[in-house]
């Protein structure tokens, strides 16, 4: 038991380790969530299984607050709504569960993020075009290489790492960076 605990500490440090060179990727991320939200519009995010839960995590964290006491921001995690999504799954395929609800949600201007550590999910690739068909910009939150989503998104924030649990290890670390960015920013 210790040598999976000793392995999966020192494969979290390394990874860890470089994560200070997506500095520039995570700064336009949560520039691009800033942009947005002074505009009034709403950051729309999804995910699936676990990344799912960090869709619904970083909305709670805008919605509710991070750390600081301040208003809430329009933020929906499109992961939650099990009649939704069970709708649209039955209706159509599951492909679209996403897709379909950035169509009756997303506006000019709206981001959507799609969080996937794979950046193959369907589902997001199904949603990331029918964002670019809104007017929406889009934030690709992704693991490996980035997959079929990276060339999709306006910006692709790509935790180059081949297992699923580091890669969500880092793509929590962002998420927390970029709600204090935006607290910081915009409730000084």
């Known amino acids: ?33 800033i942009e947005a939200l002074r505009a009034g519009k709403k950051i729309l995010i999804m995910g699936n299984g676990g990344s799912a839960a960090d869709s619904q995590h970083f909305a709670a964290e805008l919605v509710s607050r991070f ?3 301040r208003t809430g921001l329009p933020a929906i995690a499109l992961t ?14 599951y492909n679209r569960v996403f ?5 009756a949600l997303g506006s000019p201007g709206d ?9 193959n999910s369907a589902n997001i ?10 007017g ?21 924030v790509i935790v180059r790492h081949q297992n699923t649990p580091r890669v969500q290890e880092g ?13 910081e920013t915009l409730f000084q």
């Open 99 to 103: 897709a379909r609800q950035v169509e």
């Open 125 to 134: 690739v199904e949603a990331m075009h029918s964002a670019r068909a809104a």
């Open 111 to 119: 981001l959507v993020l799609g969080i996937s550590t794979s950046g």
């Open 80 to 93: 939650t709504d099990t009649s939704i999504i069970t709708a649209i799954g039955n209706d159509y395929h």
């Open 67 to 69: 750390k600081k006491e």
């Open 1 to 33: 038991m210790m040598n999976i605990f000793d392995d999966s500490l020192a494969e979290h440090q390394a990874l860890f380790a470089t994560l200070g060179a997506m500095r520039g990727e995570i700064e336009r991320f949560a520039a691009a969530a």
């Open 136 to 156: 929406c910009r889009t934030v690709g939150l992704l693991g490996r290489d980035g997959g079929a989503i990276a060339p999709l998104v306006d910006l692709p």
């Open 171 to 183: 793509h929590l670390l962002i998420i927390h960076v970029v709600c204090e960015i935006i607290e």
